[in-house]
Structure formats: C-alpha cells, structure tokens
C-alpha cells in the first residue's frame, strides 16, 4: 500500500511528466521589436528593418514609440501608401507606447503611424508566411544493422521514459 500513497513528488509521476514534456513541440513563434533600437520612429529605416527579417504566422511585432506623439495603426495597402489614417483594420494603440501586434494571417501587413508621422517614414510593409515544415525523422544504418529512427526526440525519449515508469510502476506493486 505504500506505493498508492505517493503522490506527484513519485518517480513515476517525475517520468511521466518528462514524458509529456518531451512530446510538446516546439514554439518557434518570435516577437520582434520593430525598428529595433530605434523603435517605432522617424529614427528608424523602418523599410530596411523589414527587409532583413522573414515573418512567419504566429509572430509577433512589439512596437515601442513616443505615446505623446505616435500611434499604430493597421491599414489596407491604399492607406498605406497615401498615408491615410482615417480608415484604419485596427488601432493596435493603447496608450502606453509598447503595443503587440499578433501576425495570425498569411499576407501582407501595412502599419503606419497617424498625425502625420506617416509622412516621416512612420509605417512599415511586411508580407507573413507560413514557416517551413520541421525537418522529418528518416531511418538511419546504424553500424550494428539496426535502424535507428531519429525524429528530434519525439519517439525515442518519450519511450524511454514511459518504459521507465512501468518498470517502476511494477517493481513497487511487487
């Protein structure tokens, strides 16, 4: 009966959650600070910020600004490029000058900033794609003939540590 009464602290319960763990994919999602040092501003190259990163679905942009001064808002190309911020998808503006903007949809995004900050080179034109499939296990030839399969650790590990647990889970019961 001693086993039963262990709780989350047990070996078994330790294995299991590793277990669960290991099998978690990966979040490769990634939150930019637009403009970089410079921030959301005049101060910034905000078009060659852009260029140097591809954005994926599921990133992020941090915008950090002036709140006295800028704001962010998403607009349709139009908009963009006549710097119209009188018809805007969303004001992403909070008033604390460090807004997030989720990049949830494959496309083209258009961010410009209103009071006429636009015309300084307030705005920023990025296209979203899907990231590219993580690479796939293949089989590999070992050198004693077996194949040995290798998918990141998501088969072997978790394997690992299930066997593990039942070993333990049988040896406490016996």
């Not at 805007?88 to 008033?95: A, D, E, K, Q, S």
Request: glycine share 8%; proline share 6%.
């Amino acid at each position: 009966m001693e086993w039963r009464k262990r709780g989350i602290g047990s070996p078994v319960a330790l294995a299991v959650a590793c277990a669960v763990l290991a099998m978690i994919p990966e979040v490769s999602s990634v939150r930019y600070i637009v403009g970089g040092s410079s921030g959301w501003s005049s101060k910034a190259n905000l078009t060659a910020w852009a260029q140097s990163i591809h954005f994926y679905n599921e990133d992020w942009l941090y915008f950090v600004y002036d709140r006295n001064q800028l704001s962010v808002l998403q607009v349709n190309q139009t908009n963009y490029e006549s710097c119209n911020s009188n018809s805007f998808l969303h004001n992403y503006t909070t008033g604390a000058g460090r807004d997030v903007a989720p990049l949830n949809v494959t496309g083209p995004y258009y961010f410009i900033s209103g009071n006429g900050f636009c015309f300084s080179g307030v705005k920023l034109a990025i296209n979203v794609s899907n990231p590219p499939p993580p690479p796939s296990g293949s089989p590999v030839k070992s050198d004693s003939g077996f194949l040995t399969y290798t998918v990141r650790g998501q088969i072997v590990i978790p394997a690992v540590f299930a066997i593990a647990a039942v070993w333990d889970s049988f040896l406490r019961v016996w």
